[in-house]
């Protein structure tokens, strides 16, 4: 099982960036997918989640209105679309993925098997 994330740079304020994390070795569609990021002296944070069953997308508040989670099951693919980024986003930002997640879990990163080997994005004027 592979997560190969992707798609990380160094950004102005108010830029854009879209990560990717191509999957491999697993069955894509029976997995729920999510983002995380982590930032230097802080605890891994949930940013967004998409289901198996490619309902609506969940993300944390702080993200909501700028980011855009997607799947893409004929590329085995999740995206994140980020827009209006702030100094605050800079992290390392991981994916991860998990075949038995159940809704209250969905934010917690223990409750992933499966994780890519993240991807820096930096916000920096």
């Known amino acids: 099982v592979q997560l190969q994330a992707s798609g990380g740079g160094l950004v102005q304020p108010g830029d854009s960036l879209r990560l990717s994390c191509v999957v491999s070795g697993m069955p894509f569609s029976r997995y729920d997918m999510a983002w995380f990021r982590q930032a230097p002296g802080k605890e891994r944070e949930f940013v967004a989640a998409?289901?198996?069953?490619?309902?609506?997308?969940i993300y944390t508040n702080s993200v909501k209105g700028r980011f855009t989670m997607s799947r893409d099951r004929s590329k085995n693919m999740v995206t994140l679309q980020m827009n209006s980024l702030k100094p605050e986003d800079t992290a390392v930002y991981y994916c991860?993925?998990?075949?038995?997640?159940?809704?209250?879990?969905?934010?917690?990163?223990?409750?992933?098997?499966?994780w890519g080997q993240g991807t820096q994005v930096t916000v920096s004027s």
């Open positions: 998409i289901r198996k069953t490619n309902s609506n997308p």
């Open positions: 991860a993925a998990d075949s038995s997640l159940i809704l209250s879990s969905i934010s917690n990163p223990t409750a992933y098997d499966y």
